[in-house]
């Protein structure tokens, strides 16, 4: 078995840091399906601001809020403010990594999405760069 990324929310600017709930991160249910994160699956928090990384697991928030809250011990390593990066991978035999797509969502400064890319968007961009490079 492989772990593959299977989809991350880039670059999100948490919302709140809530030390006195027992644990997790909260997200707009928006981005989590757009990232295809399912409540309470397994993510990493990546702190961009600080270098800190932690493992932690899903919650809902409120639709169309935008919010990232980091909730628990986890408020003393991400705190308010600070731009992350939740990353969800999956277990996959090598044959069905070969195939992996996983999804990458982009959000502007208030978690909305900018862009979603997917393999077919993927490979668009890759053509897109060619020209760049």
Request: glycine fraction near 8%; aromatic fraction near 4%; charged fraction near 25%.
């Amino acid at each position: 078995m492989r772990t593959m990324l299977a989809g991350k929310i880039h670059r999100a600017t948490v919302t709140e840091a809530n030390l006195d709930y027992m644990g997790s991160i909260t997200l707009d249910p928006d981005l989590m399906e757009a990232a295809g994160i399912l409540p309470y699956e397994q993510v990493h928090v990546l702190d961009v601001t600080n270098g800190n990384r932690l493992e932690t697991y899903t919650l809902v928030g409120e639709r169309g809020a935008g919010q990232v809250c980091i909730n628990g011990a986890a408020a003393h390593l991400v705190r308010q403010g600070d731009c992350v990066i939740i990353v969800a991978y999956e277990q996959l035999t090598a044959e069905e990594a070969r195939n992996a797509k996983p999804r990458q969502v982009f959000v502007d400064t208030n978690n909305r999405i900018t862009r979603v890319i997917t393999d077919a968007s993927r490979a668009a961009l890759d053509r897109e760069l060619v020209g760049v490079i």
